[in-house]
């Protein structure tokens, strides 16, 4: 779960994030939750995530893994 005042501190460690998940053989999803993505959703495209889970993400997660693993749109 990622709040607004997180984002400072994300930022910093997104660059390492993203230099290890080019380094994957899989590719790895990256999905960011919480308050901060539910109100500012232009965090999506800020940190080049896969997805954003705007609200409660109890149910919506396990799906969007669920569809992701499938291969289909999430």
């Known amino acids: 779960s990622t709040a607004s005042a997180d984002i ?7 660059e390492g994030v993203r230099e290890w998940c080019a380094r994957q053989v899989q590719p790895v999803f990256r999905i960011m939750g919480g308050p901060h ?22 149910y919506a ?3 969007a893994l ?8 999430i």
């Open 61 to 63: 997660l396990p799906e």
């Open 37 to 58: 993505p539910t109100y500012c959703p232009e965090v999506f495209d800020e940190f080049s995530l896969d997805a954003i889970c705007q609200g409660d993400g109890d």
């Open 66 to 73: 669920r569809r992701w693993e499938a291969g289909e749109s």
């Open 8 to 14: 400072p501190h994300l930022k910093v460690l997104d």
